[in-house]
């Protein structure tokens, strides 16, 4: 009986010993994977273990950095983040294929720790295709579609009065023009949200954006945190030892705080003097419905986020085209042109007046074209397998639309990419917005023969767009607004002012989640006593009518 015992002991033993070897194995053959790239995986930069694509994130600027690998490992390439795989599409057919026509599978948005204790998980740019987002989606693509926005009031509000008052402080204050446009675009989406404008940057209406969103750019750049993501016990270093933890809990309180402000003075405004045509009071009032639950919390980042989607970016365009325009005489000249025939020196030119000044059009192409706000984009995520073109996409892959590379790669349509050049747009007249679902992608954009010859590109390339406002059905809500914004402000500029550049340098850029240019020096000229008069005389009328808009 003893030997009996022994023996199955020694059994039980063996076989324990046996479940621990095969176990650690095991965990030696998931480590020794990580970091690799499976072979049916499109190609890409050589991985590390365990670590994969990791170590390069730090390629300083990382936007440039994926034009590089596209040129090296094809249009279409990716990336190992540890155990995560990352797609890149540097190729509008694949973004037409994948991101467009399979836009159920493809829209949902990465679970970024640091992004969560930025936003609070409030940020609806950021969520999963939920209920919660269509819902949020739904009333954004509502109250800023072409619609509400070109109706009377809102032209009057937007075309003459804001940019009325943008002309005036460039006469008053020409040196200030930095914070001048940053006031304006900032104004103009807190009007359309929250139903109050700014006078001035230093109030709160006039720069509060750029308060909520400080740190938020720094905080979400491509390799400024460790790989959290990847390895999640790095969530529970404690902040006294983590800086990039410390700035991203800082940042979410300081965008916190903003719009609990933002909410509370438009609730105090409207006991005091009621309600006024904005999408915050649309919805506390019950006439814009939201569709699903949300806290009161959750209300105010959605309503913060619509005014940073269109503030913000829509600033950094404008100062990169005003610093382009400074350096081109001849395309300000070619501009006026335009404008001098439909305006004179009479009036200012209005959103009526777009299909006769095309070049405005194609100036803002151009602009957003060579420098995007956001040179990376947002990623979208993938919830199944998939495949394309015999390259094997797995389900929770973050796909990647690198907006400044596509921008800057000669084969997705653009001759001489890093010149700055808005005659390449000259026979695109529609706006962006309009052409980026339409099924013929090639035509978004159609680059004819002629207009090809006539620029002295030496072959037919593919037709050129660009992808500023992301694609898909993540596609930027706000792209209306942001393309009549930059479009009225570059209109007016150039039919009041000749720009002369002072101290510019075309390489001087923020290194963050947006590529916004580092502050330069134009002078605002004035383009005669006549010009001066209008501006004052509009900008007279404009500020008795935004009076009820402090």
Same mark, same amino acid.
């Given at each position: 009986?003893?030997?009996?015992?022994?023996?199955?002991?020694?059994?039980?033993?063996?076989?324990?010993?046996?479940?621990?070897?095969?176990?650690?194995?095991?965990?030696?053959?998931?480590?020794?994977?990580?970091?690799?790239?499976?072979?049916?995986?499109?190609?890409?930069?050589?991985?590390?273990?365990?670590?994969?694509?990791?170590?390069?994130?730090?390629?300083?600027?990382?936007?440039?950095?994926?034009?590089?690998?596209?040129?090296?490992?094809?249009?279409?390439?990716?990336?190992?983040?540890?155990?995560?795989?990352?797609?890149?599409?540097?190729?509008?057919?694949?973004?037409?294929?994948?991101?467009?026509?399979?836009?159920?599978?493809?829209?949902?948005?990465?679970?970024?720790?640091?992004?969560?204790?930025?936003?609070?998980?409030?940020?609806?740019?950021?969520?999963?295709?939920?209920?919660?987002?269509?819902?949020?989606?739904?009333?954004?693509?509502?109250?800023?579609?072409?619609?509400?926005?070109?109706?009377?009031?809102?032209?009057?509000?937007?075309?003459?009065?804001?940019?009325?008052?943008?002309?005036?402080?460039?006469?008053?204050?020409?040196?200030?023009?930095?914070?001048?446009?940053?006031?304006?675009?900032?104004?103009?989406?807190?009007?359309?949200?929250?139903?109050?404008?700014?006078?001035?940057?230093?109030?709160?209406?006039?720069?509060?954006?750029?308060?909520?969103?400080?740190?938020?750019?720094?905080?979400?750049?491509?390799?400024?945190?460790?790989?959290?993501?990847?390895?999640?016990?790095?969530?529970?270093?404690?902040?006294?030892?983590?800086?990039?933890?410390?700035?991203?809990?800082?940042?979410?309180?300081?965008?916190?705080?903003?719009?609990?402000?933002?909410?509370?003075?438009?609730?105090?405004?409207?006991?005091?003097?009621?309600?006024?045509?904005?999408?915050?009071?649309?919805?506390?009032?019950?006439?814009?419905?939201?569709?699903?639950?949300?806290?009161?919390?959750?209300?105010?980042?959605?309503?913060?986020?619509?005014?940073?989607?269109?503030?913000?970016?829509?600033?950094?365009?404008?100062?990169?085209?005003?610093?382009?325009?400074?350096?081109?005489?001849?395309?300000?000249?070619?501009?006026?042109?335009?404008?001098?025939?439909?305006?004179?020196?009479?009036?200012?030119?209005?959103?009526?007046?777009?299909?006769?000044?095309?070049?405005?059009?194609?100036?803002?192409?151009?602009?957003?074209?060579?420098?995007?706000?956001?040179?990376?984009?947002?990623?979208?995520?993938?919830?199944?397998?998939?495949?394309?073109?015999?390259?094997?996409?797995?389900?929770?892959?973050?796909?990647?639309?690198?907006?400044?590379?596509?921008?800057?790669?000669?084969?997705?349509?653009? /001759?001489?990419?890093? %010149?700055?050049? !808005?005659?390449?747009? #000259?026979?695109?007249? +529609?706006?962006?917005?309009?052409? *980026?679902? $339409?099924?013929?992608?090639?035509?978004?954009?159609?680059?004819?023969?002629?207009?090809?010859?006539?620029?002295?590109?030496?072959?037919?390339?593919?037709?050129?767009?660009?992808?500023?406002?992301?694609?898909?059905?993540?596609?930027?809500?706000?792209?209306?607004?942001?393309?009549?914004?930059?479009?009225?402000?570059?209109?007016?500029?150039?039919?009041?002012?000749?720009?002369?550049?002072?101290?510019?340098?075309?390489?001087?850029?923020?290194? /963050?989640?947006?590529? %916004?240019?580092? !502050?330069?020096?134009? #002078?605002?000229?004035? +383009?005669?006593?006549?010009?001066? *008069?209008? $501006?004052?005389?509009?900008?007279?009328?404009?500020?008795?009518?935004?009076?009820?808009?402090?």
């Amino acid at each position: 009986m003893d030997t009996v015992a022994l023996s199955q002991g020694l059994a039980s033993g063996l076989v324990w010993k046996l479940t621990v070897f095969v176990a650690f194995l095991s965990l030696v053959y998931k480590l020794s994977q990580l970091g690799r790239r499976d072979p049916r995986l499109p190609p890409g930069p050589p991985t590390l273990p365990v670590i994969g694509n990791l170590h390069q994130l730090s390629a300083k600027p990382f936007y440039k950095q994926l034009k590089k690998w596209s040129e090296q490992y094809g249009s279409v390439y990716s990336l190992k983040m540890g155990s995560d795989t990352t797609i890149v599409l540097n190729d509008r057919k694949a973004i037409h294929d994948l991101l467009d026509k399979k836009g159920a599978i493809y829209s949902d948005r990465q679970k970024e720790y640091v992004c969560g204790l930025v936003t609070h998980n409030h940020y609806f740019a950021f969520e999963d295709a939920t209920s919660s987002w269509r819902s949020q989606r739904k009333i954004a693509s509502h109250v800023l579609s072409p619609r509400t926005l070109d109706d009377k009031d809102g032209k009057f509000l937007i075309d003459w009065c804001r940019m009325s008052v943008l002309l005036l402080d460039l006469l008053k204050s020409p040196e200030d023009f930095y914070k001048h446009v940053k006031r304006t675009t900032c104004s103009v989406a807190n009007v359309v949200v929250w139903g109050h404008r700014a006078a001035t940057y230093g109030e709160f209406w006039g720069h509060n954006v750029y308060k909520a969103l400080e740190m938020f750019s720094e905080a979400m750049e491509i390799g400024a945190n460790p790989p959290v993501d990847q390895f999640p016990f790095l969530k529970w270093i404690p902040e006294r030892f983590a800086g990039w933890k410390r700035r991203a809990i800082f940042s979410g309180r300081e965008m916190n705080k903003t719009w609990v402000k933002a909410r509370t003075l438009v609730e105090e405004r409207r006991r005091e003097s009621g309600t006024r045509p904005s999408i915050a009071d649309g919805i506390l009032d019950g006439t814009i419905d939201v569709g699903t639950e949300m806290t009161s919390n959750k209300l105010n980042h959605f309503l913060g986020s619509l005014v940073e989607g269109g503030a913000d970016t829509t600033s950094t365009g404008m100062l990169t085209s005003l610093m382009q325009l400074s350096l081109h005489p001849e395309v300000q000249e070619k501009a006026r042109e335009q404008l001098d025939k439909v305006c004179g020196s009479e009036r200012l030119p209005t959103w009526s007046d777009f299909d006769q000044l095309p070049y405005i059009n194609s100036i803002v192409k151009e602009s957003v074209r060579w420098g995007p706000p956001v040179p990376f984009g947002i990623p979208h995520v993938v919830r199944e397998d998939d495949w394309y073109e015999g390259m094997f996409i797995p389900k929770g892959s973050s796909i990647f639309v690198p907006v400044w590379a596509l921008h800057h790669t000669e084969k997705n349509g653009y /001759g001489d990419p890093e %010149s700055y050049n !808005p005659d390449r747009w #000259q026979n695109h007249t +529609r706006l962006a917005s309009e052409l *980026a679902g $339409i099924a013929e992608f090639e035509n978004r954009d159609e680059y004819s023969l002629s207009s090809l010859r006539a620029n002295r590109l030496t072959c037919l390339l593919p037709s050129p767009h660009h992808y500023v406002y992301g694609a898909g059905r993540r596609i930027c809500p706000g792209m209306h607004l942001a393309e009549r914004t930059m479009w009225r402000m570059t209109a007016k500029i150039l039919w009041a002012y000749e720009l002369i550049p002072v101290d510019v340098d075309v390489t001087r850029f923020s290194e /963050g989640f947006a590529l %916004s240019p580092l !502050p330069y020096k134009v #002078q605002f000229k004035p +383009r005669s006593e006549a010009h001066a *008069a209008t $501006i004052e005389k509009d900008a007279a009328v404009a500020l008795k009518f935004l009076e009820k808009y402090q």
